[in-house]
């Protein structure tokens, strides 16, 4: 059984940077992709960005291009989402979630979800 473990939310101002990480463990991941997707209080859950774990391959959302950055550990099965320039848009609860394959944008293609970690960016 996957598990996956966020970590490095909180708060913040606008402007500012966080990094979230997401610890997984239960299996090898040479053959999966990790993404991240948010939910606003309110709002559908959204796409991020994502990461085909063997080859790097990364996959961002427009709102957060250039601003955000996926990228991940072999060594420590860990993904990390470096989050700079922070708006309070970006408020929400960040989930990371893993599927067997490469990386894709639709949440409903990932089978394995982690608990979330919230995000607070005051402007």
């Known amino acids: 059984q996957v598990q996956l473990v966020e970590s490095g939310g909180g708060l913040v101002q606008a402007g500012g940077s966080l990094r979230l990480s997401c610890a997984a463990s239960?299996?090898?991941?040479?053959?999966?992709?990790m993404g991240w997707f948010r939910q606003a209080p309110g709002k559908e859950r959204e796409f991020v960005a994502a990461i085909t774990w063997s080859v790097g391959t990364t996959i961002h959302a427009q709102s957060v291009k250039g601003r955000f950055t996926i990228s991940r550990d072999n060594a420590k099965n860990t993904g990390y989402l470096q989050m700079n320039t922070l708006k309070p848009e970006d408020t929400a609860v960040y989930y990371c979630?893993?599927?067997?394959?490469?990386?894709?944008?639709?949440?409903?293609?990932?089978?394995?979800w982690g608990q979330g970690t919230q995000v607070t960016v005051s402007s």
């Open positions: 979630a893993v599927r067997r394959g490469p990386a894709v944008t639709s949440a409903n293609l990932y089978n394995y």
């Open positions: 239960g299996r090898t991941f040479s053959n999966h992709a």
